[in-house]
């Protein structure tokens, strides 16, 4: 076994970030603004004392920024996903880009024109990667600055390729349904504003994704200083799941066993105390790299579990208690996601990346790949660390179909609340799973079929406005 220790909060690196804004803040703000489209941005002068980032401490500085980086991972996905329900009460108390997504509204953008917290927060970790990038291969890598010089390489790569791969998962078509033929997203690939957003082709986004994560790997370190920074095993974890999406169970397979033998720490969840009022601390050990979802749709008392996910807990399944509370009503909501209490009343839930994930990831692939006893030694090795002390009975499969069915029960419930739910649902019905969602607001009936074109999210107004690229059929 692996065991990874790090810091788990950039403190120095956040003063850094303090101490640079004076540096980017012009720069920045130039840019964002004729990233706004705007005619009449206002010219400013070419000032000797005025500052961009040019050294790698600048860099890293920037990609240690987590309020850009790190945090508002996508959650329009979690929320179109089945595993909550919402009475009439708590639907109107959402705001309305969240109403609509939840019923899978044709125009989810009914009262706004813009998505703040889905495209631009990704497209803005993009041009932060993208400037990283370009200001990178001007600093002359040499032996005293290798390491330093390295991470920012890796980490601005790993970076945009998660922000495109987070985006493709929203608005573009399952690449199983598709193929080589559709649209992909727009692939932002240098910081220059001034380039023209054009929607790439499917195979495009996904040969640009596999590139950036693929190319990570070779700059980052295995043990990272922070959580919140990208590393080897993080690369090989999310380059598993870029693979699982596209039904690659081989690669999917070989990147998911890359990360586990470099990182492979479970917690058990007999050593938690579960009358904690948040009993899962925060970056705990299952923790690869950490990111969170803008959410306050999965605050406390703002949503009700679904009664066949929580019902399908064994009686002896410590998550049962630990993932789950019951409001003064009786009504369940989630309480166990990996960012710890502060975070999640500050609207924030974990959607990063978990050993727990990678294991079922590999277990899922075993299976498919025939190897039914390494899948249940993987879906073994989790569920151990999640029964009661003397209540865990190892699991059994007799054929691949087996196996595979426990993995996918298994990964379901121990992976909710944290954006995966929306991507396992777009593969595996692609795949023929046939899985029908429906809600009931306010008296009406919405039905989400399988592979409906609703699984892809529209593109916002402004940005069909802005650029004219062709809107997702809804």
Known sequence: MKIVCCNLFPI??????????????WFVLASMVMLSCKKDWIEVKSDKSLDVPTS???????????????????????????????????????????RNAHIWAGDIYSEITTDQFNWNTSYRQVFYANIALEGIDKVEQQGYNAAAWNNVKGSALFFRGEAFFNLSQLFSKPYS?????????????????????????????????????QGS????PVIPLYKTRPSKPAAY???????????????????????????????????????????IPALNREVIFMTTMENAAFLPGTHIVDSNLYNGYDLNDLRKKILYRANTAGQLYFNGTYTGGALIQ???????IATDEVYLTRAECYARTGNI??????????????????FFVPFT?????????????????????????????????????????????????????????KYVLPIPPDVISLTGMNQNER
Do not use: H
């Open 12 to 25: 120095q690196s956040i003063k850094n970030t303090r101490m640079l804004n004076y540096k980017i803040i």
């Open 56 to 98: 790698i401490e600048d860099f890293q500085a920037m990609l240690d920024n987590a309020v850009i980086m790190n945090d508002n991972r996508p959650s329009l996905g979690e929320i179109s996903a089945d595993n909550y329900y919402l009475t009439d009460a708590l639907w109107d108390s959402w705001v309305s880009i969240n």
């Open 177 to 213: 349904l598709t193929g080589t033929d559709g649209a992909g997203i727009p692939l932002r690939l240098n910081a220059n504003p001034n380039d023209a957003s054009v929607r790439s082709g499917l195979q495009q986004t996904y040969d640009q994704i596999l590139s950036d994560l």
């Open 217 to 220: 790997v070779d700059y980052l």
């Open 237 to 279: 974890a999310l380059l598993s799941r870029f693979y699982l999406v596209k039904q690659d169970y081989v690669n999917g397979l070989k990147y998911a066993d890359l990360c586990l033998k470099l990182y492979d720490s479970l917690l058990d969840y007999n050593t938690l105390n579960a009358n904690a009022t948040f009993p």
């Open 346 to 352: 500050n609207s924030r839930t974990f959607g990063g």
């Open 373 to 390: 006893t390494a899948a249940m030694d993987d879906l073994n090795a989790v569920m151990s660390k999640r029964m009661k002390t003397g």
């Open 397 to 453: 499969a007799a054929n691949s179909g087996d196996a595979l069915k426990l993995v996918l029960q298994e990964r379901r419930k121990e992976t909710p609340f944290r954006g995966l739910r929306w991507l396992d649902l777009r593969r595996l019905n692609s795949e023929g799973a046939n899985i029908t969602l429906t809600r009931t607001v306010k008296g009406q009936l919405y039905t989400l079929p399988p592979n409906d074109p």
